[in-house]
């Protein structure tokens, strides 16, 4: 399975942006949880949420709760993460991906094994 996310761009904070994270080359499983994360120059990748594909269970980094809303559309294999109220610190690279994991596990970036290429976020002041 090949991850494709797109929607990054360039902002203004307070605004809002919607990424999305489509899966081709195979289904995803019911058993899968599929992240995402984000990467800013300098620092380590960062856990945001999760969604359980099965059940569209979902679970927040508390930095991004509240703000940030991850779901999914399974008739198109995509997940999206809707970003509301942007702030400069979110300028990063997202990125997504799949895990087998347990749902505790699943915040690790370690524990993801498919990642899609990433899409560049940038929020000016």
């Known amino acids: 399975v090949q991850l494709q996310a797109s929607g990054g761009g360039l902002v203004k904070a307070g605004d809002s942006l919607r990424l999305a994270c489509t899966a081709s080359?195979?289904?995803?499983?019911?058993?899968?949880?599929l992240g995402w994360f984000r990467q800013a120059p300098g620092k380590e990748r960062e856990f945001l949420a999760h969604?359980?594909?099965?059940?569209?269970?979902?679970f927040y980094e508390d930095s991004v709760k509240g703000r940030f809303t991850i779901s999914k559309q399974n008739a198109k294999n995509t997940v999206y993460l809707q970003m509301n109220n942007l702030k400069p610190e979110d300028t990063a690279v997202y990125y997504c991906a799949t895990t087998t994991s347990s749902w505790r596990a699943a915040k690790s970036p370690t524990r993801y094994n498919h990642w899609g290429q990433g899409t560049q976020v940038t929020v000016s002041s």
């Open positions: 080359g195979g289904r995803i499983l019911s058993s899968w949880i």
């Open positions: 969604i359980r594909w099965s059940s569209g269970s979902t």
